[in-house]
């Protein structure tokens, strides 16, 4: 593959596999460790690059006291100055050949339920550490062929307790005490995930806090209700609908306590589903759900 024109001082580009919010990706080979990796690069142009700063050195804090297969790891964080101002932000990351939730294809029920288990685990690793997501959402789950999964940028992550001075999150999964700017807790991973598993078994988003007015802003406004995924399609299990309609219920408390809980409710159905794929021989039984893309 044709090496990309760009040069950057210390690493070998070989080509850009994404863009963020004002950064830009790509596959490299660091040259003083020979590995490959995922280099996210931010430039300073105007007073805006310094809210990319300040996520990708946050995500680089988190990163580095991480340790979870299915959480990305991030290896360096280098800083390049001119005249006492960084005007350039390098972060090295663990490179993951994977898609997406978001531009991934149907996908059986199982298998939605294996991905949401994986993801369950891994923020319960992340919580034990004392830290939120706080951006859980389908492009910061990626997924591949080999069918594990890996969840990316910790920008927006913070302490357990943690009140933000502005609302951070993306307005289809954002949970309400983020939009309220109150405490911060694991629930707020959950009402995350929650949202989440909506839309990959539903294709639609959940009404939050925020709500799209035009491209130019966003204006805050308490949803309407919304149907239980069961209600949009019969073929969802009971115990799973209501699981999420209680993930993405408004008061903190009245969610699922932690992701334990997540994760034991989902083994059960998970177990269910399999077995009865296994007593009717039948692996096309497996039901499939719409997915948005």
């Given amino acids: 593959m044709a090496q990309s024109s760009i040069d950057i001082d210390g690493f070998t580009i070989i080509r850009r596999i994404g863009t963020g919010a004002r950064s830009v990706i790509y596959m490299a080979v660091d040259e003083s460790t020979k ?5 996210k690069r931010a430039v300073f142009e105007s ?19 991480l340790e979870h297969p299915y959480l990305r790891r991030c290896y360096k964080l280098i800083r390049k100055r001119s005249f006492l101002r960084t005007q350039e932000l390098l972060l090295t990351m663990e490179l993951f050949d994977g898609q ?15 991905v949401f288990r994986m993801v369950a685990t891994a923020l319960n690793a992340l919580h034990q550490k004392g830290f939120v ?16 999964i890996k969840i990316i940028d910790f920008g927006q992550s913070c302490k357990i307790g943690h ?8 307005p289809e999964y954002i949970a309400p005490e983020q939009v309220r700017r109150e405490h911060l807790s694991h629930r707020t991973d ?45 073929k969802i299990p009971a115990e799973l609908s209501e699981m999420i309609v209680q993930c993405v219920k408004d008061k903190p408390a009245d969610r699922p306590s932690n992701m ?34």
């Fill in 100 to 114: 997406s939730l978001e531009e991934q294809a149907r996908l059986s029920l199982g298998d939605v339920l294996l």
């Fill in 163 to 170: 009140i933000k001075k502005r609302i951070q999150g993306t």
């Fill in 47 to 65: 007073p805006e690059d310094l809210r990319i700063f300040e996520q990708m050195q946050t995500e680089y804090h988190v990163a580095k006291q």
């Fill in 260 to 293: 334990a809980e997540i994760i034991a409710h989902l083994d059960i159905m998970i177990r269910n589903i399999f077995q009865s794929r296994l007593t009717a021989n039948a692996p096309a039984g497996n039901p499939t759900v719409p997915q948005s893309g």
């Fill in 190 to 234: 959950v009402f995350n995930l929650g949202a989440t598993m909506y839309w990959a078994l539903t294709g639609r988003h959940i009404p939050t806090l925020i709500q799209r007015t035009n491209e130019f802003g966003l204006s805050v406004a308490e949803p309407p209700e919304f149907k239980a995924p069961r209600e949009i399609y019969k």
């Fill in 133 to 148: 997501h706080c951006d859980i959402k389908p492009n910061n789950i990626l997924f591949n062929k080999a069918g594990t």
């Fill in 35 to 39: 590995e490959t990796v995922a280099l």
